[in-house]
């Protein structure tokens, strides 16, 4: 039965109880008064600031401490930032991910992007000029291929495992291969004829690195017309890769690391614009994943590794 004195310690528990909460959100922000995000340059610089820039103020409204964001120079960087502690929070590809696992990198991830229709996964490409002659990859015995990254899972990764399944090793089929440093530097590549065919991400026709340079009006064709997506043509694409992760340092505080789930897991109800500018309104609220889920990643880089240790 309740009485007066049930009733008052019952008061000062819950009392205690928010004080506690609110004394160990303290702690935390004492000791993380700016969280880092660290992305992958899978565009080129000015164009991950811009598309970056409302959902980082969002997220340093929400999670009540500066969030600053870091566009790193290569997927590498944001492997060892998190490797040092300087990223608290990142955005990896799959590989890229996979890649930090196996190297001992204490991060878990715990978000990742879902595709308009549901789906959670993009594919690899190889992109060629529609007016080449190349109709398929046997066809450019000797031509130059671009790629993006060591870690891009469908700008390395996912290529050389395909190139693998038809018997080519790309240092010996193509007479240069290149690494250009993002997606967008790749499509570029192919534009100037810098290389003959390039490897990129694609989700669908009108969801692609492709896709948004052709809407912003980056890519020309030699009499100096606006490009359009019809002027390329994809001649392989890969099983479907899973889409890439946010994941934060295993170290964070509990509570740290809840109050950052939320805020990505609310963003498309609590700030739909600035979630909507990340994937241009392609993309669905962020699902919540495990390390597991890129197990099978893992296995691709450790197949992709022992090629090239074949190769050397």
Do not use: C
Request: charged share 25%; glycine share 8%; no cysteine.
């Amino acid at each position: 039965m309740l009485n007066r004195r049930t009733l008052i310690a019952a008061g000062a528990a819950l009392v205690g109880a928010t004080l506690a909460t609110a004394a160990a959100a303290q702690d935390w922000k004492a000791k993380y008064p700016e969280l880092v995000l660290g992305v992958i340059p899978a565009e080129n610089g000015s164009g991950v600031l811009d598309r970056y820039g409302p959902f980082v103020e969002y997220l340093s409204k929400e999670i009540g401490v500066k969030v600053t964001l870091r566009v790193a120079q290569d997927y590498a960087a944001v492997i060892e930032g998190q490797r040092a502690g300087n990223i608290h929070i990142a955005y990896y590809g799959p590989a890229s991910f996979a890649r930090a696992r196996l190297t001992g990198v204490a991060t878990d991830v715990f978000a990742m992007d879902v595709n308009n229709d549901g789906t959670k996964g993009y594919y690899s490409v190889f992109y060629v000029k529609a007016s080449s002659p190349y109709k398929t990859l046997q066809d450019l015995k000797g031509k130059n291929l671009g790629l993006v990254d060591p870690n891009s899972t469908s700008g390395n990764n996912m290529p050389r495992f395909e190139l693998d399944k038809m018997k080519i090793e790309p240092e010996k089929f193509f007479d240069k291969v290149v690494f250009t440093g993002s997606h967008e530097n790749a499509v570029l590549a192919l534009s100037q004829g810098t290389v003959d065919v390039a490897a990129n991400a694609w989700t669908a026709d009108d969801d692609s690195y492709l896709y948004r340079m052709i809407t912003k009006g980056m890519l020309k064709n030699a009499d100096g017309s606006p490009a359009k997506v019809s002027d390329y043509r994809i001649i392989h694409k890969s099983t479907m890769i899973v889409n890439g992760p946010y994941a934060y340092l295993n170290s964070l505080p509990d509570d740290l690391k809840a109050k950052i789930r939320d805020a990505f897991m609310s963003a498309a109800t609590k700030d739909k614009a600035a979630f909507d500018k990340l994937s241009d309104g392609k993309n669905k609220p962020w699902a919540a994943t495990e390390n597991k889920d890129y197990d099978q990643t893992i296995e691709l880089i450790r197949f992709v590794d022992s090629l090239r240790k074949k190769s050397s």
